[in-house]
């Protein structure tokens, strides 16, 4: 039976004058309107939000956990299969001979700021040392808190929530959109990646309802990012000198999250006035220079061969229990304080949370990883996207949240980090290092942490902006009207603030894990289509068949 080409043109329905000149009406209008609603419902009915929210994630988690565990587990197959995959492997995200326009560099650097950068300064000290405290192991009495012999199922929690998982989910999004972009030559919108399963029905309301979860997901996603950054952001400026910012128990005040909100914003959208290939580009080569000096103060001046016995040992044990952690779903009895209970509770806090989290961002960083990819190869893609920044979160979590465990484990920090709030830690640890040597050094090393911290932020943030203005342009990447990417940068900043107002990062989350659900089942559909695509690819090239946009007639029919 006969091949045909695969679709290569999907109109999408853009207003030609106006406000919103160049935009999907139905697709942004939505979106802000979607937004808007959830922004003022929390700053003004705060506790009503905070109790519909909180039951809302109390029946996604109690009826979801398996299926966030389980997708994730999918696409982790999916990529590792379709790099191994001969036919696919080789195939190149563009046209023929294209070559990529960026660096390895400069595209590993904005790869990982926007992808993780933010909390790798939060969680790579924090999370370790969460994981030394508490873990199922713990719980089980497998092995006991705050102990050596609790050190590797640390680590094997830690690489599990920051490896292949995170990275799979991005991969997902970002190979779907950059093969249907760049070698379909359809628009660089969600609602494309879907095409070989629904065709020419994405042009209407089917296509706008995925692009608008896809923002919706986006938006909740950073905001998650965005309002762990504030409170580490608050800490540091706290750390620095600038008073007034935090309370007793070292979580940020209200003045504290304006501040940090109307720094971070205002130069994120600056940043998102002036493009990928400009801002962008450089803060992101910026943040990789710094995030190289302090890594390499905690390999050199830190628990070195701890730092270096956790990584090796770690990788070991991670990929030993990978296979069964991705599909391993702990269910509960029902008795609160049981050991069945703890646990399911546990990887709702946990895995859970995690999952749903880089669902909520993969939108945002598979359309920007999309956009910065142009012209390699899915092998490429895939190593560079998956397994790359994996150990890199790996080195960091072994050496920055090493040498935090090590200070405690011997008793030098006596409770020191061990007491600092989340966002703290790393700061609280650099001044125990520092402070007896020099008080200025510690100073410093805290002037540094803040800089990088708010190189990330402001990466995370204008790339997030510039992606939903994408989204809602029907996929068009140029130049967006300025008050459009002013909407979306203030739009943002009081996301994270209401949420963090009203009910602190516990509603940022909240919000976020119910946004991710429906954007779970998008990405699901997705692999599905990337497989379609890709086996049909081979039999046109067998056929003789073209595969890529500029191969293939004005007119031809679906995938």
């Known amino acids: 039976m006969a091949i045909e080409p695969p679709l290569t043109d999907l109109p999408i329905k853009t207003a030609e004058s106006g406000f919103y000149r160049g935009f999907s009406v139905n697709v942004a209008v939505v979106s802000k309107i979607i937004i808007s609603v ?7 009915w705060p506790i009503q939000a905070g109790n519909v929210l909180g039951d809302w994630n109390g029946a996604i988690l109690s009826a979801f956990a398996g299926w966030y565990i389980w997708v994730v587990a999918a696409f982790i197959i999916v990529c590792l299969g379709l790099a191994i995959w001969p036919t696919a492997g ?42 030394f405290q508490n873990n199922p192991s713990v719980i089980t009495g497998e092995t006991t808190a705050l102990d050596a012999n609790n050190v590797r199922t640390a680590y ?13 989910c991005y991969a997902v999004a970002g190979l779907a959109l950059a093969f249907f972009s760049y070698r379909r030559g359809l628009p660089l919108t969600i609602r494309s990646s879907l095409t070989p399963l629904f065709g020419k029905s994405l042009s209407g309301v089917l ?64 940043s998102a006035l002036s493009g990928v290939g400009k801002g962008i580009k450089w803060l992101s080569n910026i943040n990789m220079v710094l995030s190289i000096v302090l890594l390499g103060f905690f390999i050199i001046f830190g628990a070195t061969f701890f730092g270096a016995s ?19 779903v702990y269910s509960s009895d029902g008795v609160e304080g049981s050991e069945s209970f703890l646990l399911t509770q546990w990887q709702g806090w946990w895995p859970v949370f995690y999952w749903a989290w880089w669902i909520a961002f993969a939108p945002f960083v598979g359309l920007f990883l999309a956009r910065i990819s142009k012209g390699r190869s899915i ?14 979160c790996f080195v960091w979590f072994s050496w920055a949240g090493g040498t935090a465990i090590d200070l405690e484990l011997n008793g030098d920090a006596n409770g020191v980090i061990l007491d600092a709030a989340n966002g703290d830690k790393i700061f609280a640890m650099t001044e125990f290092m520092l402070a007896p040597i020099a008080q200025a050094l510690a100073w410093g090393m805290a002037v540094l942490i803040v800089v990088l911290l708010m190189t990330f932020l402001v ?33 943002l900043a009081l996301v994270v603030g209401g949420l963090l107002i009203s009910g602190g990062t516990g509603a940022i989350q909240t919000a976020m894990v119910i946004g991710a659900l429906p954007f779970s089942a998008v990405m699901a559909l997705m692999c599905i289509a990337l497989i379609k695509a890709i086996f049909n690819d081979g039999r046109r090239e067998a056929a003789g068949v073209a595969t890529t946009h500029d191969e293939v007639p004005s007119a031809t029919p679906a995938e």
Not at 108 to 119: D, E, K, L, Q
């Open 310 to 328: 956790a990584f090796f040992v770690g990788i070991f044990d991670y990929l030993r229990e990978l296979p069964f952690l991705s599909f391993n």
């Open 459 to 491: 990466t995370s943030a204008d790339s997030a902006v510039l992606i939903v203005n994408t989204i809602n342009a029907a996929g068009d990447e140029g130049p967006k009207a300025r008050p459009h990417i002013l909407f979306w940068g203030g739009a």
């Open 207 to 270: 296509g706008h309802i995925i692009d608008i979860v896809a923002v919706v997901a986006t938006i909740l996603g950073v905001a998650q990012t965005l309002g762990f950054g504030v409170e580490q952001f608050v800490a540091g400026l706290n750390r620095i000198g600038i008073g007034g910012l935090v309370l007793e128990d070292g979580s940020a005040t209200t003045l504290g999250i304006i501040v940090a909100l109307a720094v971070i914003m205002g130069a994120s959208t600056l």
């Open 38 to 44: 959830l922004v003022v419902w929390c700053i003004f």
């Open 379 to 392: 092998r490429e893609f895939v190593l560079g996207a998956m397994i790359v920044p994996s150990l890199m």
């Open 90 to 131: 080789r195939m190149t995200l563009g046209l023929p001979g294209e070559k990529p326009e960026f660096s390895n560099f400069s595209w590993f650097s904005m790869m990982f700021g926007a992808g993780i950068g933010v909390g790798m300064l939060t969680w790579a000290v924090a999370e370790p040392v969460a994981h």
């Open 156 to 168: 094997v929690w830690s690489f599990l929530h920051w490896g292949l998982g995170a990275w799979a």
